[in-house]
């Protein structure tokens, strides 16, 4: 297989050292060892997103904890708010599950009103709400502080975010945005392979969980939740330990070595290289306002040939993305997350502009 950088919005590449953590000897599952792997990793995303809240881990993508929530959070009904095709999904995931949903978007390139959220929480026909905060098709990043605080006037209202492209790379305060349930998944901006996902679990939702009947099995957040209470940490089917030895590593790195601070700087830095460059040479999607740390819609302004592209830049071992759905060739997408680096955006863009003619 070629080593190709990826500048595509997950997975991304990642680091040696963290790869070779993965090789590590396996161990039981049902050991101390486990439990405390486990522990240590639930103690550092609890730093990682500042809140009490109990963690959950998965071996799924983020997908399959989104799917988790709505089924065992629901009691009456979701309002499922889009921003993209992902948002969408938690919709899709209601509606295969026999979970009641409304489906409420906003024209791709937008973000979610708070006031809608308001207006829509207001009738008292939802128990369950979903928010994208950032969509990677579009490059939009939801304001959670005014959207949070729209969900907070309704007390019976669970609180759902995907979470799945941002955590590691925007400052996310779940506690104090009210937020019961957070998911991510490891091949975004915490830079492993694909095959893990996290969320928190907050004592609101175990409440809610308890009154709901069909909330599955495997994704059934509360058998998790009950299950590593009762067996210190461990949980209910077999785990990838793999991705832990990696998870614990990364988490580590990102707390200890790099700090948080650093690395949300370094998001926000990239963000404003490649959103520079876009503005000079084409034009984004996403205003300045709602635009996403970790990743950024182009619009193909000029109708360049995006395979193309693509195709010269895996030459020079890179790739970035096409425009996602409805917006394939008319967008690419040039990903900025994990750890990737001011340096090697500015090595992308610099390609780019060659192969493009631009300089």
Request: proline share 3%; net charge negative.
């Amino acid at each position: 297989m070629e080593n190709v950088r990826l500048f595509i919005p997950g997975p991304v590449s990642v680091r040696e050292d963290v790869l070779e953590k993965m090789t590590m000897p396996q161990i039981g599952h049902r050991t101390k060892e486990a439990s405390a792997l486990q522990r240590r990793i639930s103690d550092n995303l609890r730093i990682l997103w500042n809140t009490k809240s109990e963690i959950l881990l998965s071996t799924t993508s983020g997908s399959g904890l989104m799917e988790g929530a709505i089924r065992t959070c629901t009691a009456k009904k979701a309002a499922v708010f889009s921003i993209g095709a992902f948002g969408k999904r938690w919709y899709e995931m209601g509606k295969w599950n026999g979970v009641e949903a409304d489906l409420y978007e906003v024209e791709m390139g937008k973000a979610t009103d708070p006031d809608e959220v308001d207006k829509v929480l207001a009738t008292g026909a939802y128990d369950l709400v979903t928010i994208t905060h950032n969509e990677t098709s579009s490059g939009v990043v939801n304001d959670l502080e005014k959207i949070g605080a729209a969900v907070k006037k309704y007390p019976n209202v669970i609180f759902c975010v995907d979470m799945v492209s941002s955590a590691g790379g925007h400052r996310i305060d779940v506690d104090e945005l009210g937020i019961d349930i957070c998911i991510t998944s490891s091949q975004k901006c915490l830079g492993l392979p694909a095959g893990l996902a996290a969320c928190t679990f907050s004592k609101k939702a175990v409440e809610r969980a308890k009154t709901v009947e069909n909330r599955g099995f495997y994704l059934d957040l509360l058998q998790l939740y009950d299950f590593i209470q009762k067996k210190d940490y461990q949980y209910p089917s077999t785990p990838s330990l793999a991705h832990m030895f990696a998870l614990d590593y990364q988490l580590d790195y990102i707390l200890n070595h790099e700090g948080l601070e650093n690395r949300f700087d370094r998001h926000q830095e990239m963000m404003h290289m490649v959103r520079a460059w876009a503005k000079k040479n084409f034009d984004v999607l996403a205003g300045d306002d709602i635009a996403s740390r970790t990743v950024t819609a182009v619009l193909n302004t000029k109708n360049i040939d995006i395979a193309e592209l693509n195709k010269e830049l895996k030459k020079r071992g890179m790739m970035i993305s096409n425009g996602y759905g409805d917006l394939k060739d008319k967008t690419f997408r040039i990903a900025h997350m994990a750890d990737t680096t001011p340096e090697h955006i500015k090595e992308l863009l610099d390609n780019m502009d060659e192969i493009l003619g631009l300089k």
